[in-house]
């Protein structure tokens, strides 16, 4: 990559560059279907009155400079992904222009993954910070979904697993999103809590691979139960994560964190504002973020609808919702 520079008439005029991209295929891949990515670029820079278009063999840059400078990182950014082998999609793009627009800042790294993590939100580098430093045994992550809290806290659990860190992984959450209880519902345990449990066999897959989650499993490192499952029991050496943690009641909740034993860590996720539980029960994950707070050692960090990481709409439903106090 190069980019060759067109002095302006004067530091307030628009600059113009041209970022080269020397392989036609990732020139096209840049630009994305029917110039996508450019136009999406454009979108999130408009404030500097940026434009961008394929030109030959690189992409033209018109805007103010500190525009111009912003689209070049994230072209750069995008073009790394593509040297690595890895596709582009909008929400690359959306993240690239947000850690563009970050101060420069150094976040904590996941070990020994199949596939890299790095933050695509400021909120996100945050969280990761803490995910990453073994000395926070217990961190509350909440936020909407899409912001990554849980997918995050995954990754977290996965590398101190196979880092050796940690001697297994426990994931529970409530099941209660049906209104159905487990004992009605037919199969084994594992068949019982699959259909709660997709987006942690996804994300699982995903972090390590199908072999070795299955290997792990078989050999009990990895344990995925409903909630009810953890009373009675200490859970040592183990990297916890409560998932889907507004659906739990308040004595759930007090039950499961008090579940942690010697050289053990928890993560619990969960969305304060979409509560399933049946009738008017409180949600224990709202009681607990008012009661814990401030207590020595309890780590709560809160991801909002700029922390999405989804579709670009879904940030803007959340915002409407949250608008007409309906989240």
């Known amino acids: 990559m ?17 970022y080269e991209v020397r392989n036609a295929e990732w020139l096209r891949d840049l630009c994305g279907p ?20 394929s030109q030959g063999g690189g992409i033209l840059l018109v805007g103010k400079a500190e525009g111009v400078s912003i689209a070049e990182a994230v072209l750069a950014e995008l073009e790394r992904r593509l040297r690595s082998g890895a596709d582009i999609s909008d929400m690359d793009v959306d993240g690239a222009v947000e850690a563009a627009q970050t101060p420069a800042q150094t976040f904590g790294t996941f070990r020994s993954l199949k596939k890299p993590i790095t933050p695509q939100t400021r909120g996100q580098s945050r969280y990761i910070d803490l995910l990453a430093s073994p000395d926070n045994a217990m961190i509350f992550g909440v936020g909407p979904a899409g912001t990554g809290k849980t997918f995050l806290a995954v990754a977290a659990g996965v590398s101190e697993l196979l880092s050796g860190t940690r001697q297994r992984l426990i994931v529970t959450r409530p099941a209660v999103e049906a209104g159905e209880k487990l004992g009605f519902l037919p199969g084994t345990l594992e068949e019982k809590v699959d259909p709660y449990m997709l987006p942690i066999w996804d ?16 050999r009990g490192e990895i344990e995925v139960a409903p909630l009810a499952f953890m009373r009675g029991r200490t859970l040592k050496n183990a990297f916890v994560i409560v998932d889907e943690a507004q659906n739990t009641t308040v004595p759930q909740m007090k039950m499961v964190l008090t579940r942690l034993g010697r050289d053990s860590r928890m ?17 224990g994950l709202k009681h607990a973020l008012q009661i814990l707070s401030d207590v020595e050692g309890v780590n709560v960090h809160t991801l ?23 989240g």
């Open 304 to 326: 909002t609808a700029a922390d999405v990481v989804r579709h670009g709409l879904v940030s803007r439903i959340i915002d409407a919702y949250a608008a007409h106090g309906e």
């Open 203 to 218: 994300s699982l897959r995903e972090l390590m691979g199908q072999e070795q989650m299955e290997r792990r499993m078989a």
């Open 34 to 53: 029917h110039h996508r990515h450019l136009q999406l670029l454009e979108t999130r820079l408009d404030e500097y009155g940026l434009k961008a278009e």
């Open 267 to 283: 993560v619990i996720t969960g969305d304060p504002g979409q509560v399933d539980l049946p009738g008017s029960q409180p949600s």
């Open 2 to 18: 190069s980019v060759k520079r067109r002095p302006s008439a004067s530091p307030a005029a628009p600059v113009s560059r041209i």
